[in-house]
DNA sequence: TACAGTTCAACTGTTCTACAGTTGAACACA
DNA sequence: TGTGTTCAACTGTAGAACAGTTGAACTGTA
């Protein structure tokens, strides 16, 4: 084992930089799903030349925030019912995957602790914290496929998903409701401490549609 | 039903064709893994600007082909017996996890087909056909789980995978053996036509096991 | 009023030139 | 063998320029 073990340089260049600030934006609500990110207000708003914003565009693209339209540049990505279903039917193919596996030790231990911190984060009545440890609970699921391609990937479904219940959240401050998500959660731990692989499919199963359907049911309700 | 049903008009810009281009070449095995593009000469070669080359190279980082390293430019994916594992580890969790879930009518028509353009395949001795098709049984058995979101992940794993074979097999050129590979494909279809899930599961599990390993050894006796 | 044609400012796609900073390899030196 | 030095090649970034596209405002017309 080396003295520099795990040590990495990472240098950023001024296109990645602006494109770890555009999408802290856009996560944020700064830009609208659908809006059009403007090359030059860009630039001369950060002070940059317009190809370094075209190519922080480039790497945006790659977490999947925004797209790229011909001659009309980066769109934000906006969350039609379409788009919702794909993301929760790709959540429960993988978590109920991930589920009927029998799950070892390590995760146990980390699908716990992320229940408790969702305990607390319930008790804190804030909502983004509550979404933010009600992912990372789901994010550990899925880890108990012990496969890092999968997880990058699921990763990916949960910063688009996370985008998109801030949009709605903020239309609907309501939208969480502690005591449910605490109760579902606890109940596909217990089935997966217990060792009931296929009762465990199954409550993650109908939480995910569940959650799905409330995620439609607000977007539907907006227009 | 409109009567411009999926009529979909797509231009592409310059750089989308220059990526396009790229993406051809590298998967041919023009360039080999581990090697650099460089903007200048694939600028003037193409007769485009180098600005467009640069972004060029950010669209083929989407595909997984390239990764960007600061000061180093665009750097064609190798090999390394990390990522391969990876790479069948997740093909192993989605496939079983396909199979495993009860099997409907129209894609089991479409695995039985995959399964027949495979046995022709294998008569024609030609490797990189028999490769195509072999992948194509698979991306079937994915898309069983019915997300389109997981068939645009697989296929991007794919995409990798035939890469790493096409640059293997330019080496071992008797990586292929069609009468196992009938053999293992056959076995798979056939349990999951039998409505017998968990034998399905076994034999995918075993069969991308047993791939794994060989492109591993293959990738070992390499250097 | 509804619809089609025109105009125009804003913006994207692309090229070109320029230069500072980084890298890797060759070379010299100890 | 290992450590500085030099240098050519290449990347990252800027800035200016221009053709082509888009969308919205405006006009004319039935």
Excluded: C, W
């Amino acid at each position: 084992m080396s003295a520099l073990e795990g040590l990495i340089v990472t240098r950023s260049t001024a296109a990645q930089q602006v494109a770890a600030g555009l999408a802290s934006r856009i996560v944020a609500g700064a830009f609208a799903p659908g809006s059009r990110l403007r090359e030059s207000a860009i630039a001369t708003e950060l002070g940059v030349a317009r190809n370094t914003v075209r190519e922080a565009v480039r790497i945006l693209e790659l977490s999947g925030l925004v797209r790229h339209e011909v001659n009309r540049g980066a769109v934000v990505i906006s969350p039609t019912p379409e788009k919702v279903e794909e993301l929760y039917a790709a959540r429960e193919r993988l978590e109920t995957a991930a589920v009927s596996r029998a799950a070892e030790a390590p995760e146990l231990d980390a699908l716990r602790k992320a229940y408790e911190d969702l305990v607390d984060a319930a008790a804190s009545h804030d909502v983004l914290r509550i979404v933010d440890v009600d992912l990372t609970f789901h994010a550990t699921i899925v880890s108990m496929l012990h496969s890092s391609r999968i997880d990058e990937f699921y990763a990916g479904l949960l910063v688009e998903l996370r985008f998109y219940l801030t949009v709605l959240s903020l239309e609907d401050r309501e939208f969480e409701h502690p005591d449910d998500i605490l109760t579902e959660h606890r109940e596909i731990l217990e089935a997966i401490e217990s060792g009931d692989p296929a009762a465990a499919a199954q409550h993650v199963r109908s939480h995910i549609e569940r959650n799905g359907k409330r995620v439609l049911e607000i977007l539907h309700g907006r227009d």
